[in-house]
T-cell receptor, first 112, second 116 residues
Framework: AQSVTQLGSHVSVSEGALVLLRCNYSSSVPPYLFWYVQYPNQGLQLLLKYTTGATLVKGINGFEAEFKKSETSFHLTKPSAHMSDAAEYFCAVSGGYQKVTFGTGTKLQVIP | GAVVSQHPSWVICKSGTSVKIECRSLDFQATTMFWYRQFPKQSLMLMATSNEGSKATYEQGVEKDKFLINHASLTLSTLTVTSAHPEDSSFYIC????????????FGSGTQLSVL
């Protein structure tokens, strides 16, 4: 069984401030973890993923996430928010058999 | 929140047969639904966008005759994998936009297809 919990359905940050979007997962097997972004009126776009190896994963647009097995977390961060980062972000986990489970999403608002 | 129900969650079929996967929005009307495919260790691949009452829009490289998508009502979209082959074995997941803004995306629980 696997599940994903995203804390905070809405997050607001000021432009230039740190972005932190939280994701906790559960998985009975070593997980693959993903962060996707959905911009208004567009489909999902992969930001980054963790499969194996280095636990700090760098993605597109300056985002990164760290896999912490002991905390079962995969939080997404970006040092300095841009207005263009306003979107909805989804965390997802995939264990065995390819099944992927999504979190409920976090809408990021960037305040000028 | 809005619920998207996807059935079946797991299906095994023989090569050459067709398999239908249903995606239902249970408590809202979804004018747009999306179908994705998950490859091992990779990200989701958008297969097609399904709009109620019109033909689906397929992504480049997705065979329209292989993956038939029907969105006959505001609460139901179906994906039929025709003449399935082992290489079609994969995890398929649907999602739907929920009103009023139609920005929020909700996901079905997915279907694991195994073709023998």
């Amino acid at each position: 069984a696997q599940s994903v919990t995203q804390l905070g359905s809405h997050v607001s940050v000021s432009e230039g401030a740190l972005v932190l979007l939280r994701c906790n997962y559960s998985s009975s097997v070593p997980p693959y973890l993903f962060w996707y972004v959905q911009y208004p009126n567009q489909g999902l776009q992969l930001l980054l993923k963790y499969t194996t190896g280095a636990t700090l994963v760098k993605g597109i647009n300056g985002f990164e996430a760290e896999f912490k097995k002991s905390e079962t977390s995969f939080h997404l961060t970006k040092p300095s928010a841009h207005m263009s980062d306003a979107a909805e972000y989804f965390c997802a986990v995939s264990g065995g058999y390819q099944k992927v489970t999504f979190g409920t999403g976090t809408k990021l608002q960037v305040i000028p | 929140g809005a619920v998207v129900s996807q059935h079946p969650s797991w299906v095994i079929c023989k090569s050459g047969t067709s398999v239908k996967i249903e995606c239902r929005s249970l408590d809202f009307q979804a004018t747009t639904m999306f179908w994705y495919r998950q490859f091992p260790k990779q990200s989701l691949m958008l297969m097609a966008t399904s709009n109620e009452g019109s033909k689906a829009t397929y992504e480049q490289g997705v065979e329209k005759d292989k993956f038939l998508i029907n969105h006959a009502s505001l609460t139901l979209s179906t994906l039929t994998v025709t003449s399935a082959h082992p290489e079609d074995s994969s995890f398929y997941i649907c999602s739907a936009r929920a009103p009023p803004t139609n920005e929020k995306l909700f996901f079905g629980s997915g279907t694991q297809l195994s073709v023998l």
